[in-house]
Structures are given as structure tokens and as C-alpha cells.
């Protein structure tokens, strides 16, 4: 690493990093423009290994989009639908209830829940739903809403945000997720998610959750018509909350997927983009512990990747996710535990599986030499050997 830096236009970034100052704005611009993506990645890599070794994370989880019908009609979004289309959907509480019933038959720790702003659903059927799903097994991890839903609950219960998380938090609500940041900046946001809550709401959203004791994670959703410094603005409020409420329990980067919606824009992220932004959020966001590579929106193999350039966890096993695949992402529905440990070991790292909060559930050892060999003799793959229990969510 000194070696591959003393060449590098990052060298003086990382004796700024070594002497323990924090990288400001203009740092975080330089690192997001530079060409040299492996200093870049040897800067990131170590930043967290210092923070969490060489174990890397999944969840065993199943998400549940519960209705795409959506009163907004954000430009970016592929996912919603109104009610006079054919491929709108909406599930019921029992529907719901017998999703999550096969899922915890397969070993879930944690359910993901998000959906439109629905139209006329009563603030009792969102209760009732946590209260059914908590009622399955008391374990159960319910991670579910975004920011702008919050609000939406909160207008048709007639109460404060505040008062609405409580209650949702009594029926069994653990975790708000972090999806529906976008881009914070106003002229940004305004053209990609016109009549969405505003970045200041948001996080308005998620400081209330935090004050009550909460925890979640954000996002940020890149690679569409924000500049570079749209992005760095958007982790600068990230990182301000998290020194004011150390609420936050990891951070997702969210590559834009960008078919079946309004935004112009003809491409994904590239692996360059996907990566480099991994790497600065790692290095800028330095009172997060965890950053996620989402497989769903990267592919599993660029998120195995993203393990060595700053990420620490790849996500989970999903079993059912609608919002990427609407809009084009060309990875699979879902992946099996076994596929995940697998991706983890071969990137050189400890795969643990956490919690909802990012706790380790259990770590996984790493296979011996004995096992290796015999499973190369067997003609096997020595990485889905040593799992004992593994999980095989892909039914």
C-alpha cells in the first residue's frame, strides 16, 4: 500500500488520513475525480480494515414489497403504479403474513418492507401488519418504510412523526430502512422526484427515529443526472446527522437503474463509478461503521469486488425484490446463503452473518486445509463445505 500510493496524486490524502484528520469536501471531490482507482481502492481497503478487520457481512432476509400503487409520480421511479394499471399490485395482511411464514421456514432473521404511498389504505391496516408479522415468531427483525412513507402514515393517522413512530415502533417496527434519499440537493432533487419530502425532511424523518432511540440506515441513489458534487453534498448531511445522533447503522450506495422511467439517462453506473463511490464513502463517511455493496443494484460479482475498495457487507439473500428489477437491474430475484459465503470467501474475507443492526448472528471459519483438499478430491467447491445450517433462500 505505501508503495502504491508514494506514486499516487493521493499520497498527501493519505498522510491526511494517517495523521487522523478528517477529510473535508473538497477531499472527497478530489477522491471522487480521480482516474487512479487502485490507491483509491488501497486507501478505502485499509480504512476498513481498521474498523472492521477482515470479516464481511450478509443478513438472511426476505424483502416484501407489500402495493406499488403510489399517489407520487417520481421521473426516476420504475416501481409505482396507479390503480387503472394492469400491473399494479397489492397484497393483503394475510398475504403478507403467509410470505413471511415460508420465508421464516427457510431461516430469516429480518423482513424488509416498503411500497408506494398508497392511495386509500387506513393508517390501522400498516399496524395491523406489523402487529401479524411481529406475532410469527417475536424474533423476527421488521425493518420497514422509508422517510417519505413515514410521512404519509403519519398524515393519515393525524399525528406528528414523532407520534406515529411510536406507535408503529409498539406494534413491532425495529428498524426504518434508509431507501427514498435520492440526492439531497434541492434543483436535483427537484427533477428526478418532483413532489417527493425534501433532503431536509428526510433527514428530519430519520433524526426523530434516532432521538427515540431507533436506529436505520440511508442511502444515496447515484449515477443519473447529479454532478459529483451533488454526491459529496449528499454524504456531508449524511455524515452531520451521524455526528449528531450516531443513529445510522450503515450506509448503501444505490446505482441508478435506468429503464422504464423518465430520467434521461441511457445507462447504468459503470464498474469504475460503482466502485470509486464505494471507496469514498468508505474513506468520507468515517463515523459509519458499515458500507453495503448492494448486490441488486451492483451484481454479486461487482459487489464481491467492492469488498476489497471499502465496503464491509454485501446485503442478503432478498428472496423477492420488485423496485430494481422494474427498473432494468439484470441481477437475479434473489440469491441462496451459500452463493453469498461463497462470494465473501473467495474476496479473502470472514463471512458473518448479521442482524438487522449489523451484529454478527454467527461467524463463519474459514475452511481448513484438510477440507479444501477433500473437497477438491470430491470434485466440490471447498467454500460451501465448512456451513453447517446453511440457509438456502432461493426455495
Not at 68 to 82: A, G, H, P, T, V
Not at 124 to 150: M, N, W
Not at 292 to 319: E, N, R
Amino acid at each position: 500500500m505505501p508503495f502504491l500510493l508514494d506514486r499516487s496524486e493521493l499520497r498527501d490524502l493519505a498522510a491526511k488520513l494517517d495523521s487522523g484528520a478528517r477529510l473535508d469536501e473538497a477531499d472527497a471531490l478530489r477522491l471522487f475525480e480521480t482516474r487512479d482507482l487502485n490507491a483509491l481502492a488501497a486507501l478505502a481497503d485499509r480504512a476498513n480494515q481498521q474498523r472492521n478487520g477482515l470479516r464481511a457481512s450478509y443478513i438472511v432476509n426476505r424483502y416484501i414489497n407489500y402495493s406499488n400503487y403510489c399517489i407520487l409520480s417520481c421521473q426516476f421511479c420504475s416501481f409505482s403504479r396507479k390503480k387503472r394499471d394492469a400491473d399494479g399490485f397489492e397484497l393483503s395482511i394475510d398475504q403478507m403474513v403467509s410470505k413471511a411464514r415460508e420465508a421464516l421456514a427457510l431461516g430469516i432473521t429480518e423482513l424488509h418492507i416498503v411500497g408506494g404511498l398508497h392511495p386509500s389504505l387506513p393508517f390501522s391496516h400498516y399496524v395491523g401488519f406489523l402487529r401479524a408479522l411481529k406475532a410469527l415468531d417475536p424474533r423476527l427483525q421488521l425493518k420497514c418504510f422509508t422517510a417519505i412513507e413515514i410521512l404519509h402514515l403519519a398524515w393519515l393517522a393525524r399525528k406528528s412523526v414523532r407520534d406515529t413512530l411510536i406507535e408503529l415502533r409498539e406494534a413491532g417496527l425495529e428498524s426504518l430502512t434508509g431507501g427514498g434519499a435520492e440526492i439531497f440537493r434541492k434543483d436535483v432533487r427537484s427533477r428526478i422526484a418532483k413532489g417527493k419530502e425534501s433532503g431536509a425532511e428526510y433527514l428530519d424523518v430519520h433524526r426523530t427515529w434516532h432521538q427515540l432511540g431507533g436506529r436505520s440506515t440511508c442511502t444515496m441513489l447515484y449515477g443519473h443526472i447529479e454532478s459529483l458534487a451533488d454526491r459529496v453534498d449528499h454524504l456531508r448531511q449524511l455524515r452531520e446527522l451521524q455526528d449528531e445522533t450516531r443513529g445510522f447503522t450503515g450506509f448503501i450506495p444505490l446505482p441508478f437503474q435506468p429503464e422504464n422511467n423518465d430520467i434521461p439517462v441511457r445507462t447504468p453506473p459503470t464498474g469504475f463509478d460503482m466502485l470509486r463511490t464505494i471507496a469514498v464513502s468508505r474513506l468520507y463517511l468515517d463515523n459509519f461503521d458499515h458500507i453495503t455493496a448492494y448486490w441488486v443494484g451492483m451484481g454479486l460479482k461487482m459487489a464481491q469486488i467492492a469488498l476489497s475498495h471499502g465496503a464491509d457487507d454485501i446485503h442478503g439473500t432478498i428472496i423477492e425484490e420488485h423496485i430494481f428489477h422494474m427498473a432494468g437491474a439484470k441481477s437475479p430475484q434473489m440469491t441462496t446463503e451459500k452463493e453469498l459465503i461463497k462470494a465473501i470467501r473467495e474476496a479473502g474475507r470472514t463471512p458473518v452473518q448479521r442482524n438487522t443492526f449489523y451484529q454478527p448472528v454467527r461467524i463463519l471459519d474459514e475452511p481448513t486445509a484438510a477440507a479444501t483438499v477433500a473437497s477438491l478430491e470430491a470434485g466440490g467447491d471447498a467454500s460451501s463445505h465448512r456451513v453447517e445450517d446453511t440457509v438456502s433462500a432461493g426455495g
